[in-house]
């Protein structure tokens, strides 16, 4: 195993804050609380495993497989993995995180004009 340098540990600490706490885990709570009413410990339940449980999974999958994507779908085979990885990776990019970025953006800044 290899020692970590002091620059590593403070970047891995900044990119696992951004991890739990980005603006959405932020914003979003208070609103799924608000229209849950009644049943919103079951809503903060829900919320806890989905923003906070599965990150964690994430972070201990790859941290037991060193960190590799490669070793972690290596048993789906290289042509298997390799489309998984860019299904995931556009799922969350270009498909969804850009899109909101764009339609939030628009919505504050023109279309009140």
Avoid: K
């Amino acid at each position: 195993m290899q020692q970590l340098r002091t620059g590593d540990i403070i970047a891995l600490g900044f990119m696992t804050f951004a991890l739990f706490i980005g603006a959405g885990n932020i914003i979003f709570p208070p609103i799924v609380a608000q229209q849950a009413g009644d049943h919103v410990w079951l809503a903060a339940i829900g919320f806890l495993i989905t923003a906070v449980g599965l990150p964690v999974i994430t972070i201990m999958a790859l941290s037991r497989m060193q960190g590799s994507i490669e070793i972690i779908s290596s048993p789906l085979g290289r042509i298997a993995s390799l489309i998984l990885t860019v299904v995931c990776y556009l799922s969350v990019g270009p498909l969804f995180a850009t899109p909101r970025t764009a339609t939030v953006s628009y919505e504050i800044g023109f279309s009140s004009y």
